[in-house]
């Protein structure tokens, strides 16, 4: 098992326009988490599973993978969305359940992505289930002799599931061009890593499949597109899966019907938001001149002009028609 040490922004293959792009990805998520966190506190959102604190991970490994592969996202993946060409107006239209919402038609949870035309394999509620699918997509592409790689993510405590252990052990059997990301927040809704796991890292699972692990500093943007890079030309060499580990900090609660407050302390979620990513990804483009603070403050103000539009139209977009009710539920 490997550690990433430090991050490889002197030798990411980014260029200055791609980093700038990556940063707008990051920024967007995290403006769209912010504005739908407050619809739901206004009443006009019933549910949000926040993704504050864990874009640069999201944005990361989405970038490290092809627009022909197949993404499995997990429920907290907004910055993995946004990464594939997903708009502030989608991410709006499926919050209030509107008729236009692409991954549903407004029929399913927040946070449950599916989107054919990008390879976004829908999800459910019931956590893990995403993991076997995964597999049995890398299955089929590995019998068909493609060059793809399909892609899981899931929180750490995901991976005490009887699911996640199948998948490991066909995966390295058949050595698939599948890659296990595990974006470790630290928290099983309230459940602690240390009451999750007997290990520290997550990664450590992968020895007991003879296949590769690697943990990241998961607020580092480039560590976490490096390590899916590298992970993905594996996969794709037939050297078999990777079972990627993400770590950092969900700096809201689990979902918008949870408090935090009963689990874990005002200081530590405090003490976690000098690695915020949104910072540090900031920072980086301003100390290595992709950006001047003037460009950087109207990036900012472009993205939320972009989400103020986007919740404008989706508060007036229609609902889907009552007739629609059981399509596709019941056999015509």
């Given at each position: ?22 940063y707008r ?15 739901n ?7 949000v599973i926040?993704?504050?604190?864990q874009?640069?991970?999201?944005v990361g ?8 592969d197949?993404?499995?996202?997990y429920?907290r993946d ?12 989608q ?22 992505y ?10 459910s ?30 929180g ?12 490991m ?22 459940s ?6 007997a290990?520290?890292?997550a990664a450590e ?7 590769a692990?690697?943990?990241v ?42 408090d935090?407050?009963t ?5 530590e ?13 900031k ?10 603070a003037e ?6 103000s ?31």
């Amino acid at each position: 098992m490997a550690r990433t040490k430090e991050s490889p922004k002197a030798t990411s293959a980014l260029g200055p326009a791609e980093v700038r792009k990556m940063y707008r990805n990051m920024l967007l998520a995290r403006t769209i988490d912010e504005r739908m966190w407050t619809l739901n506190r206004a009443g006009k959102a019933p549910f949000v599973i926040p993704c504050r604190g864990q874009e640069a991970a999201q944005v990361g490994w989405a970038a490290g993978l092809r627009p022909t592969d197949y993404f499995l996202p997990y429920y907290r993946d907004l910055g993995v969305m946004v990464t594939l060409g997903y708009t502030a107006r989608q991410a709006f239209l499926s919050l209030l359940g509107k008729s236009e919402d692409v991954t549903s038609g407004g029929r399913q949870m927040p946070g449950h992505y599916g989107w054919e035309e990008r390879h976004v394999i829908t999800g459910s509620s019931p956590v893990t289930t995403q993991v076997l699918h995964a597999v049995g997509i890398a299955y089929a592409s590995h019998l068909r002799g493609e060059d793809t790689v399909a892609a899981a993510s899931l929180g750490e405590g995901s991976t005490s599931q009887g699911d996640f252990h199948e998948a490991m052990n066909w995966a390295s059997i058949y050595k698939l061009p599948v890659l296990f990301v595990v974006e470790n927040n630290g928290y099983a809704i309230s459940s602690p890593q240390s009451k999750e796991m007997a290990v520290q890292d997550a990664a450590e699972r992968a020895l007991g499949y003879g296949m590769a692990g690697v943990t990241v500093d998961g607020t580092d943007f480039f560590a976490c597109y490096e390590a899916t890079l590298q992970a993905a030309e594996r996969a794709r060499r037939g050297d078999g899966p990777t079972l990627l580990e993400f770590k950092m900090y969900r700096l809201l609660p689990h979902s918008s019907d949870d408090d935090d407050r009963t689990y874990r302390s005002r200081e530590e979620v405090e003490a976690w938001k000098d690695r915020d990513p949104i910072l540090r990804m900031k920072n980086h483009v301003l100390e290595a001149g992709v950006m001047t603070a003037e460009e950087e403050g109207a990036l900012r103000s472009e993205v939320q002009a972009e989400v103020d539009e986007a919740i404008a139209y989706a508060e007036t977009a229609p609902y889907p028609p009552v007739e629609d009710m059981f399509t596709h539920v019941y056999a015509d």
